[in-house]
C-alpha cells in the first residue's frame, strides 16, 4: 500500500502510465527501462484497460498465482 502510494503523485488512486514511468525510473526503482517495455508492463497490468493500474490491478499484478509463468516484463 505504501509502494502504491508514493507512485500515485495525484493521489487519483490510480496509476496513470506517466506515474509508471516515473516510478520505473530514477525517481524510484531506476530500472532503465525502455519506453515501450513500460507500455507493454501496464498493458499486461491494467486488466480493465482503461488505461490507468488500480490498486487492485497493482496488487494483483504482485501476487505470484497471477502471474503467467513465462511472461516476463522485464526482459
Known amino acids: 500500500m505504501n509502494t502504491?502510494?508514493?507512485?500515485?503523485?495525484?493521489?487519483?488512486?490510480?496509476?496513470?502510465?506517466?506515474?509508471?514511468?516515473?516510478?520505473?525510473g530514477p525517481k524510484h526503482l531506476n530500472l532503465g527501462l525502455s519506453p515501450r517495455r513500460v507500455k507493454e508492463l501496464v498493458d499486461f497490468i491494467d486488466v480493465d484497460n482503461d488505461g490507468s493500474i488500480s490498486y487492485k490491478e497493482f496488487v494483483r499484478f504482485l501476487e505470484l498465482t497471477d502471474i503467467e509463468p513465462d511472461y516476463n516484463p522485464f526482459f
Open 4 to 24: 502504491f502510494k508514493q507512485w500515485d503523485e495525484d493521489l487519483s488512486g490510480a496509476l496513470s502510465p506517466r506515474e509508471i514511468v516515473n516510478a520505473l
